[in-house]
């Protein structure tokens, strides 16, 4: 079994900044695709980063700019850079990770999510 635990969260002040971190855990034979998502109230939950193995980087318009999404191969671990924050970036972020497992199963993990407010 995979856990991923996510840490970073808070409050911040519009224009700030916050490092989000995600970590996994178990089974784990290698990690293709890391990838941020967050959900505000009341709306979807949107992709705001992806990696994956091969160098390649993915960010919505709405964040383009001012998020960086890293990841640590040998801790299997990725980090979500967020700066320039807007008020709008308020919402739960949560960590999604496309596991290989020792068994080669395929699992799609995700983190319970942690919060994120910007405000004044």
């Known amino acids: 079994q995979v856990q991923l635990v996510e840490s970073g969260g808070g409050l911040v002040q519009p224009g700030g900044s916050l490092r989000l971190s995600c970590a996994a855990s178990?089974?784990?034979?290698?990690?293709?695709?890391m990838n941020w998502y967050r959900q505000a109230p009341e709306k979807q939950r949107e992709l705001v980063a992806h990696?994956?193995?091969?160098?390649?980087?993915y960010y919505p318009d709405s964040v383009k700019g001012r998020f960086l999404i890293s990841r640590d191969n040998a801790k299997n671990a990725v980090h979500l850079q967020m700066n320039s924050l807007k008020a709008e970036d308020t919402a739960v972020y949560y960590c999604?990770?496309?596991?290989?497992?020792?068994?080669?199963?395929?699992?799609?993990?995700w983190g319970k999510g942690t919060q994120v407010t910007v405000s004044a």
């Open positions: 999604h990770m496309d596991v290989r497992e020792l068994n080669m199963d395929r699992r799609d993990a």
């Open positions: 178990g089974n784990i034979l290698e990690i293709d695709g």
């Open positions: 990696s994956n193995k091969r160098g390649n980087t």
